[in-house]
């Protein structure tokens, strides 16, 4: 009967992370499926996109990101001084609304501006969802924790697209607006779930001595910067495949459910190695796996370009997802060093930081993409893809001497 407490306790504290995980994976499952159909939304078109509404495609898109890279550092500082689960909610409560209002128009301006206003929401779910992780682990779990965070984050992204395409291929275009109408029933049961979940648990205590210069000065550390910065890079590779993947398969004849499915294979994948990729991060070290999992990043920019010069062959799709598998080391153990960095009073500050660079990666991605492909032709996704890796590279290679030169950092930074 003695340790009936301890387990009482680390059941509480487990409700708010579960609620955490199943609200990211409910919101990342309903962006997927409507990502997965916009480009058909906008154009009116169930086949490869037509060369003059491309830029249309791409402008509506980009706005999403751009209303998270410019308002998410006031997210994050809401959440700092307001409280993690008002912001998240609201966050999830505004892209139910948002959705329903999109399934209302077709015009280019109007869902220009909701997906902007998505954007905001977005950020606002993501730094305090980060937050809340970091909150509620200690540091010796915390790449396990974040790990299933990522799990929930990534899958819910996949399995979204992939049912998303299933649906483009299985709806009529007339039928598409229902395809958001579900979205927002999804975030709508997310939210409640979530909510009934942290009914009554116990919640961080808001900073007495909060300061907003004093936040943003602690989280804009180089310490901090290099461990986010990568993710500008790699989110430029992977928006740039989420927009335009269905486009691109539907113009050399794969058909969409098959594509989903194997989509969908890559989501179950996911879910099994970022947690594990997490514990080793906690047993190993984050440093170590954040190596490896960027040399997965170079090697899968290699093989996309050999595939975009050869096509998509066996042995070079094999070494693609032999890559993708070692690239997927890089998020928890990435997530769970920026959560050692950040100090209590900035958490939420800190981990907005991560959702500004992939913000910021998902525009550059889509507009340099577009740009590189349209001017040069393949060439220009060499280029690309060239740049991506140089970048990647550079960046894990900066904290990596920036460890060696200062020392293992501890396990976590008390708050000043």
């Known amino acids: 009967m003695a340790d009936s407490p301890d387990r009482s306790a680390e059941h509480s504290l487990g409700r708010p992370l579960l609620a955490v995980f199943s609200a990211t994976f409910f919101v990342r499952f309903a962006f997927g499926i409507t990502v997965a159909v916009l480009a058909s939304y906008i154009s009116g078109t169930s086949g490869g996109l037509p060369k003059e509404t491309v830029g249309v495609v791409g402008v509506v898109a980009a706005l999403s990101p751009v209303g998270e890279f410019s308002t998410v550092l006031l997210a994050g500082a809401a959440a700092d001084r307001y409280g993690r ?11 139910a609304v948002i959705f329903v ?14 997906n902007l206003g998505y954007g905001v929401a977005s950020g606002a779910i993501l730094a305090s969802s980060l937050a809340i992780v970091a909150d509620f682990s200690g540091a010796s779990e915390r790449g396990l924790e974040m790990g299933r965070f990522d799990a929930m984050n990534l899958s819910g992204w996949i399995a979204g697209f992939a049912f998303g395409l299933a649906l483009k291929g299985l709806l009529p275009l007339a039928s598409l607006p229902l395809v958001f109408q579900l979205g927002a029933a999804i975030l709508a049961g997310g939210l409640g779930f979530a909510a009934l979940l942290v009914r009554g648990q116990p919640t961080p205590r808001r900073s007495s001595s909060y300061s907003f210069q004093g936040v943003l000065r602690q989280a804009f550390r180089r310490s901090v910067l290099l461990v986010t910065l990568p993710w500008v890079a790699i ?16 113009g050399l004849g794969i058909p969409l459910t098959e594509l989903a499915a194997v989509i969908a294979v890559a989501g179950l994948i996911l879910v099994v190695t970022q947690p ?19 040399a997965g990043f170079v090697l899968v920019l290699v093989f996309a370009s050999l595939i975009a010069a050869f096509g998509p062959k066996l042995p070079l799709l094999a070494g693609l997802g032999v890559s993708v598998l070692a690239a997927l080391m890089y998020g928890p153990a990435a997530l769970a060093s920026l959560a050692d960095l950040a100090h209590e009073m900035s958490r939420a500050t800190t981990m907005a930081i991560y959702s500004l660079s992939i913000s910021v990666g998902m525009l550059v991605g889509l507009l340099a993409v577009s740009l590189l492909y349209a001017q040069f032709g393949t060439p220009g996704l060499y280029v690309f893809f060239g740049t991506l890796a140089a970048a990647i590279s550079a960046l894990t290679a900066a904290r990596y001497l920036e460890l060696r030169r200062s020392g293992p950092l501890p396990a976590t930074i008390p708050a000043r």
Do not use: E, N, Q
């Open 85 to 95: 689960f008002p912001v998240l909610f609201s966050g999830i409560g505004a892209a």
């Open 101 to 114: 209002l999109i399934s209302l128009t077709h015009d280019p301006a109007s869902l220009a501006l909701a």
């Open 235 to 250: 989110y430029m590779l992977i928006g740039a495949a989420l927009f335009f993947l269905g486009s691109a398969a539907s």
């Open 276 to 294: 594990f990729f997490g514990r080793l991060s906690d047993r190993f070290g984050r440093m170590r796996l954040m190596i490896a999992g960027a």
